[in-house]
């Protein structure tokens, strides 16, 4: 039978066959990467009563970060909206939010962000910082999940979308897949929020269906991501603003860090590119250059590996 998945927790899966019968299921043999979104061959195993997952079928879109080691991992899959939330506490790391979306970028994913806890002190100064993203392109929706302000806007965003909840732990994740889909209403919620950092309500990804059509995938709450450098388009590393303006760099493999005549750079002097923007594309371009290290000469994307000697 074929299933999607729509529960992950370490090798315990939840999958649903198209009929809405869901069955308890886990991965045959480790060398299955399956996250919450696949689509899977399973079959049942009559003698000891279990369902196995032996096959992942193709997928259509896919979020993946990198280890340590600069190795792609899945984190979902088959979504085609990415909403990351930001809220004023814990205070937001706008970095790891462009992160986010470069891995978006990268793989085809269309993004949006969401500024929770609205009625929160410091929600209108984060409002302005998000500026940027909306003069490169990303919408903006500021709700407040506790008191449902707006959340009817996110819901029509979402309508008709696979979509995925992004974001760090504490800024309210939970609380807003529990007003927009109704089976999800026993998460536990509280306070997120424990001195300037939040704690995790959620430990495995999980799909639910959305009352007004299509799906939402929650995730756990991260304090750090970074996307999988064999999916990022080398140029511009998945910023969008960089992507457009290096059209007019005097060299087509322009890094846009200290070469002359990068139109990127004279962006930036000029403000016509946010520099906190730019400043996280530099900071992408290293980590880039880290990951790509720590790969070895053998696995770096593009080297080719020669015959034995």
């Avoid at 209108?124 to 806007?153: H, I, K, M, W």
């Avoid at 309500?201 to 007004?212: E, I, K, N």
């Avoid at 846009?256 to 923007?277: F, I, K, N, S, Y």
Wanted: with cysteine; glycine share 10%.
């Amino acid at each position: 039978m074929q299933a999607q998945v729509i529960a992950a927790y370490g090798r315990h899966l939840r999958v649903r066959e198209s009929s809405g019968v869901e069955h308890e299921a886990r991965p045959f043999g480790r060398r299955l990467d399956i996250v919450c979104g696949d689509w899977v061959r399973c079959e049942r195993d009559a003698a000891h009563g279990e369902v196995h997952a032996v096959q992942v079928l193709p997928r259509h879109t896919a979020l993946h970060r990198s280890s340590a080691r600069g190795d792609s991992e899945a984190v979902v899959a088959n979504v085609t909206l990415m909403a990351v939330v930001v809220a004023p506490r814990p205070l937001p790391d706008l970095f790891v939010v462009d992160r986010y979306l470069c891995a978006a970028s990268s793989g085809g994913i269309a993004a949006l962000l969401v500024l929770n806890k609205l009625d929160l002190d410091g929600a209108a100064a984060l409002r302005e910082s998000l500026l940027p993203y909306e003069q490169a392109g990303y919408p903006v929706l500021a709700v407040a999940a506790r008191e449902r302000c707006n959340v009817d806007a996110l819901a029509t965003a979402l309508q008709g979308q696979t979509g995925v909840l992004l974001g760090q732990s504490g800024v309210g994740k939970s609380s807003l897949v529990a007003r927009l889909a109704p089976q999800a209403a026993d998460i536990q919620t509280g306070e997120l929020v424990r001195g300037e950092e939040g704690r995790h309500t959620t430990t495995s990804s999980r799909l639910y269906d959305l009352a007004g059509g299509g799906h939402l995938i929650d995730s756990p709450g991260v304090r750090d991501f970074a996307p999988a450098i064999q999916s990022l388009e080398p140029g511009s590393l998945g910023f969008v603003e960089v992507d457009r303006l290096s059209t007019g760099c005097r060299f087509a493999d322009c890094r846009h860090m200290a070469e002359p005549g990068c139109a990127v750079r004279e962006a930036a002097g000029t403000a016509a590119l946010d520099a906190r923007r730019y400043e996280s594309y530099r900071r992408m371009r290293r980590l880039f250059d880290d990951l790509t290290e720590a790969q070895g000469p053998a696995r770096r994307p593009g080297t080719r590996r020669g015959p034995p000697r």
